[in-house]
């Protein structure tokens, strides 16, 4: 009789927890539930689910799970073993490839994935996929104007849908604002966690976590595009009347990151020549009032007391290069923050502080090279 009462309160138990499937649906939209969101152990839940299809699939693990209670309870009972108490936790078994077929809302992307002979590859090792839907290939459609028999004859397709595709199995828990994610393309797509909302490259994650048996898929609302070839004549910087002025050929076509650290190394020369060429002008009236008896110009860096000041304005820079004002692969180069507050980071003033950085090279060379030949300071140089 114990044995009895056990194996209804177990089914009880069961029916409870079938029951609660019914009415609990997650919301994938937020942030906080995306960074929480159910593990690679876990029965994923689609958004894009339709709700008689979440209710099916509730009553069938209702009566799956009873049945398994009272299957476990006769085997048990007939080897004469003691009933435990224990938890199933259910596994997507298909691939990804299965898993996006089966889901019925990513026949563009199956269709894509077999045109480009891609199938294969994806059932092939483990992956994270950031899966568009249907709809966002309906979005691409119309912005490129092509249908989508165009779209599948694009020489182009294997390299877009590979930019969707990442090595390993990457959970949404393991994401982070600004983090950079290499794709099997080569490129890289760009997480941003900002308001409640993630997004990858631009598009917005509606559904992550979906576990398959060969990685993950996170549901996205947009095709993500690969970028074209790098070309330093497009980057901020190239004004007129010069334009894309290298006659020395130090920027490559296609080496971005090469083109990064020039381009870091530059604003940061412009802007201490700026600050250097603006000293030189005010040491002039400043060393009379402050430090009688000190020498204007270059030869200060060698007198004491302000060879001192030189020395720790040196050390200050050297430790602010290495802590503080790092440069970071997921921001433009120089770019440190605001620390001024000035609210203003646009294409025009990022111009302006590059040229005005690179006159400020020529004034500071020129300030040292006249001074080194004429004995002059910035000031004297003048006449005055």
């Known amino acids: 009789m114990s044995q009895i009462k056990g194996s209804v309160a177990a089914a009880a138990a069961t029916a409870t927890i079938g029951c609660s499937l019914l009415f609990v649906q997650p919301s994938v939209g937020n942030h906080a539930q995306l960074r929480h969101a159910s593990r690679a152990t876990e029965q994923p839940q689609w958004s894009e689910q339709t709700e008689g299809h979440s209710v099916s699939s509730s009553i ?203 381009r870091a190394s530059e604003i940061k020369h412009g802007r201490v020549a700026m600050m250097a060429a603006l000293g030189a002008v005010f040491q002039h009236f400043s060393v009379s009032a402050t430090a009688p008896g000190m020498p204007a110009g270059l030869s200060a860096v060698t007198t004491a007391p302000a060879g001192y000041g030189f020395a720790t304005l040196f050390l200050a820079s050297g430790v602010l290069e290495f802590t503080l004002f790092k440069q970071q692969d997921n921001k433009e180069p120089g770019n440190f923050g ?16 590059l040229n005005n950085g690179r006159f400020a090279m020529f004034a500071a060379i020129g300030i040292i090279a006249a001074e080194l030949l004429t004995g002059k300071d910035a000031i004297q140089q003048f006449g005055l």
């Open 60 to 262: 069938l693990s209702l009566g799956i799970g009873g049945a398994l209670v009272f299957a476990g309870h006769a085997g048990r009972k007939r080897r004469g073993a003691q009933v435990s108490r224990g938890s199933t936790v259910v596994r997507r078994a298909e691939s990804i490839a299965a898993t996006a077929v089966a889901n019925g809302n990513f026949k563009t992307l199956v269709a894509a994935l077999t045109k480009a002979d891609l199938v294969k590859t994806v059932e092939g090792g483990t992956f994270t996929v950031f899966a568009p839907t249907d709809a966002a290939f309906a979005i691409l459609l119309k912005d490129l104007n092509v249908t989508a028999d165009q779209l599948l004859a694009n020489p182009d397709l294997k390299n877009i849908l590979l930019y969707h595709v990442v090595s390993g199995t990457a959970m949404s828990s393991s994401l982070s604002d600004g983090q950079q994610v290499g794709t099997v393309q080569g490129g890289k797509v760009i997480v941003k966690i900002a308001g409640g909302k993630v997004t990858v490259g631009g598009a917005t994650v509606t559904a992550a976590d979906v576990a398959c048996s060969n990685g993950v898929i996170h549901v996205i609302d947009k095709v993500l595009l690969p970028p074209g070839k790098f070309s330093p004549a497009n980057q901020v910087g190239v004004t007129a009347p010069l334009g894309f002025f290298d006659p020395l050929g130090f920027s490559k076509e296609g080496d971005e990151a090469g083109f990064r650290n020039l």
């Open 338 to 353: 605001d620390p001024v507050g000035l609210g203003d980071y646009s294409t025009d003033s990022r111009n302006r502080e």
